[in-house]
């Protein structure tokens, strides 16, 4: 051990580059100044120092994501003041142009969306944008997005700061120290070894950037990120060009411009990348530059050239390619990681890190220190990872779309193309050949939409508009709601937890009780101790020590290292049954029609009630049949061992001929639920709303024995009377525009909130969703109807109604019918 290696500290931070040095940094800030940052060559090295030094905040529709922005804006601005080194952080402004109708559709989204979380942006001319950016040819443009307060930054300069202000809170930073796994026991982390020895500590962070995936691998930590060419290229000095333009983007060119050195700069996103060392980052890579492939870009640069005319004919004073990392759904990979306690984990910023640097430093320092994110953290919680998702060609193709989707008009609904057919249910051919198209669900092929007959179900197009499987969606939707749907929900989480104490560990998880006669499945949220959610799913009494826990597939990692975190200490064991279990649910008014034929147990609604949980005979297979519903009509979920599926399948589907059972996709699942205002984790619903915010006191127990954790919270919480903040379901009048997420919402002309997911709702005859509604007040019903509702779709506002209670059978008497 050297003399400068400590030999315990209270958090080590793995990485010296603008990620790690924000957390160091606020970690110091939150006075845990017991900190040692390691970084394996110098501060910077790796991608930091050669990124573009963007600082723009304009493009999110993620509140989250918005605010890292905003923050490290702020942060850079304001941070020499406090350490004495300058970020080289300068307001020139930033364009985002709209060449096309699907860009200026999806940036008026955006505008309407960054306006109401703070952001400063104008809609600006063709003309206007000339004015600012004099040398770019704004002929075919349609029009630009201004942002006065956005700009750049010196990367080098900005990291540096933050790691002088790590040191004056006395975080250490001690460079030329490779981390080579880390220490763990008893299901923690107990430390690091270094080539320098090792290092006692409680808490190690991961923020290796482009290594961080080899890293984790020692530790069996899945962190799927994969680097890619990335290029940018520099001009000689051109006549004209001042410092004080804007950074100038159109994504419709593949480029990003700004002054640099006299000349422009051309930072380029291509849609088709190369993928750069897919079986491992080089130990000795630190300032490197990777030989460009003029022969590839070529065309990508002379397309981004022709934006601004003058480059073609301006000198080249560098092509600069280099490695930045991507992660398979182009969000990063943040959060403590499953199956080990204290593991750290901030990398694939996707590109973005210096501008949500400071952000994600917060984030993460404040994560560690209290025990829980301030923020929503479900869309980038490393949780979600899959350790399929670490081979190497899955890894190289997904990333040759995701940097390419940095540039891509963002339509809703969007697929992965890339990495596909992964998991396939024991049904996948059968609903292939009645027209099912695919979506990626997690890495499940799941149906989205189904063509009718003759109709080829591979083609989507998109727009923001009426897609072409509109008619199809209605017509699935209608046929639940009328009659009878099929939808293969395999891919969803399915957990068996047994053992002595299974009851008593779920009650005490569980808000609601769960512990009560076998053979009732009970809808439950999982808390924290603020009493905010962790996880919404069913729990199923089986027997008085076997039980099955059902969330959805994107809940799946969280779900399973939230029990085994608060089970540790129980006599109870929990056994994953995703991939051996299919799910087959059968749903609409004339769904027990469909299944009393081929069963020989009666489902009367006086021998099979509503939350019932069997087992039943359908024709030769065995099921688990659960009267429940996610789509507001009668229902059944069938549970079958997955060699049993096709029979099971087949059975109904004949059975459902007679009365009109059609097959139902995603989309239909996604319109049914949001017309019964049912809510959906990680997309309405997230671990920072209390469970009185989200509606759901109904499915809570306060009095149950034992209680729960987030009891006192949530006690607290209600004693305090009606929440001022709560999610609202919200119709627009009109039957023509469509909402899909981020929309603002607006009462007597003043925003309020925004739509956290959204969908079309065809029995209730218009767009549909659900909003997170700050009123300032006790928001009850008679604050709603007292108001004039309105929400901005692209810019243009439309009447709407807004409602606590679902607008679609508020009575439950579909249900229990």
């Not at 080289?88 to 309407?112: C, H, Q, S, Y």
């Not at 060419?229 to 006549?239: G, K, M, P, S």
């Amino acid at each position: 051990m050297t003399a400068d290696l400590p030999a315990r500290a209270r958090v080590v931070v793995i990485g010296g580059g603008i990620i790690g040095t924000s957390i160091a940094y606020h970690l110091g800030r939150l006075g845990w100044s017991d900190v040692v940052l390691i970084e394996r060559d110098r501060i910077t090295s790796g991608t930091t120092w050669h990124a573009a030094g963007l600082m723009t905040c304009f493009g999110s529709l993620s509140e989250t994501s918005m605010g890292m922005r905003q923050y490290t804006r702020e942060l850079y601005r304001t941070l020499e003041a406090e350490t004495g080194l300058s970020t080289g952080f300068t307001p020139v402004g930033f364009i985002e142009a709209a060449a096309d109708v699907g860009r200026l559709e999806e940036f008026r989204r955006v505008a309407a969306f960054n306006r109401h979380v703070g952001l400063d942006v104008h809609e600006i001319s063709p003309a206007e944008i000339a004015g600012l950016f004099p040398l770019a040819d704004t002929s075919d443009l349609l029009a630009g997005f201004y942002v006065p307060e956005d700009g750049r930054v010196n990367p080098v300069d900005a990291t540096m700061s933050l790691a002088r202000g790590a040191r004056q809170s006395g975080v250490r930073i001690l460079e030329g120290v490779s981390a080579i796994h880390a220490l763990t026991g008893s299901g923690r982390v107990r430390g690091v070894a270094t080539d320098h020895g090792d290092i006692e500590c409680e808490y190690v962070v991961n923020c290796a950037g482009m290594w961080a995936r080899q890293l984790g691998e020692r530790n069996d930590v899945a962190i799927p990120l994969q680097a890619a060419e990335h290029y940018y290229l520099i001009t000689e000095a051109i006549d004209g060009v001042d410092p004080r333009w804007p950074v100038l983007e159109d994504p419709s060119r593949h480029g990003y411009y700004r002054e640099e050195g006299g000349g422009l700069m051309i930072g380029l996103f291509e849609p088709v990348c190369a993928p750069w060392s897919v079986g491992g980052i080089p130990d000795g890579f630190s300032f490197g530059e990777l030989a460009p492939d003029w022969d590839r870009m070529g065309p990508y640069l002379e397309r981004a050239m022709q934006r601004v005319p003058v480059t073609l004919e301006a000198g080249i004073r560098t092509f600069f390619c280099g490695p930045e990392s991507f992660t398979p759904d182009l969000a990063p990979i943040v959060g403590q990681a499953p199956g080990i306690d204290n593991y750290f984990v901030a990398a694939g910023m996707n590109s973005v890190g210096i501008l949500t640097g400071g952000g994600m430093g917060r984030i993460v320092a404040q994560w560690i220190v209290d025990g829980r994110p301030d923020v929503d953290v479900t869309g980038f919680d490393i949780d979600r990872m899959h350790d399929f998702q670490l081979n190497p060609r899955y890894r190289a193709e997904r990333t040759v779309e995701t940097l390419g989707m940095v540039y891509e008009t963002h339509f809703p609904g969007r697929a992965m193309r890339t990495a596909r057919g992964i998991k396939r249910s024991a049904v996948h051919d059968r609903l292939a050949e009645r027209g099912a198209y695919f979506r990626d669900v997690s890495g499940w092929e799941g149906a989205d939409w189904y063509a009718p007959a003759g109709v080829p179900a591979h083609v989507e197009e998109l727009s923001w508009g009426r897609q072409n499987w509109f008619a199809y969606w209605e017509q699935e939707h209608a046929a639940v709601r009328n009659a009878a749907g099929l939808m293969d929900m395999s891919f969803m989480a399915k957990f068996l937890v047994q053992g002595p104490d299974a009851g008593r560990l779920l009650d005490r998880v569980s808000a609601n009780a769960v512990d009560g006669e076998p053979g009732v499945i009970t809808y439950t949220q999982w808390l924290n101790v603020a009493g905010t959610i962790e996880a919404d799913l069913t729990v199923t009494k089986l027997a008085d020590d076997r039980f099955m826990v059902i969330a959805s597939d994107t809940a799946h990692g969280h779900v399973q290292a939230w029990l085994k975190r608060q089970g540790r200490d129980d006599h109870a064991w929990t056994t994953d049954v995703t991939s051996g279990l299919a799910q087959l649910n059968v749903q609409g008014p004339l769904s027990r029609d469909v299944l009393q034929a081929i069963t020989s147990v009666d489902l009367s609604n006086e021998a099979f009630p509503f939350r019932a949980a069997r087992y039943i005979d359908l024709g030769f297979a065995r099921a688990l049949c659960v009267r429940i519903t996610y789509v507001g009509e009668l229902g059944y979920e069938l549970y079958l061992p997955t060699e049993q599926a096709a029979h099971a399948y087949e059975q109904v589907w004949e059975a459902g001929a007679p009365v009109g059972l059609r097959h139902a996709g995603l989309k239909a699942l996604a319109s049914l639920r949001m017309e019964k205002a049912y809510r959906d984790y990680g997309h309405d619903i997230d671990n920072t709303d209390s469970v009185l915010e989200a509606g759901l006191g109904f499915a809570v127990a306060l009095d149950k024995p034992g209680g729960f954790i987030g009891k006192d919270a949530v006690a607290a919480q209600k004693a305090s009377g009606p929440p001022g903040r709560r999610l609202v379901q919200v119709r627009v009048l009109d039957p023509e525009p469509l909402m899909h997420h981020g929309e603002v919402l607006l009462r007597d002309g003043s925003a309020v909130g925004y739509l956290r997911s959204a969908s079309y709702g065809h029995s209730l005859g218009g767009a549909v969703g659900l909003a997170m509604v700050d009123a300032g007040e006790p928001l009850t019903q008679a604050w709603l109807d007292n108001g004039s509702w309105e929400v901005d779709i692209a810019g243009m506002r439309y009447s709407a109604v807004a409602s606590l209670r679902p607008m679609y059978d508020p009575d439950n008497s579909r249900i229990r019918g």
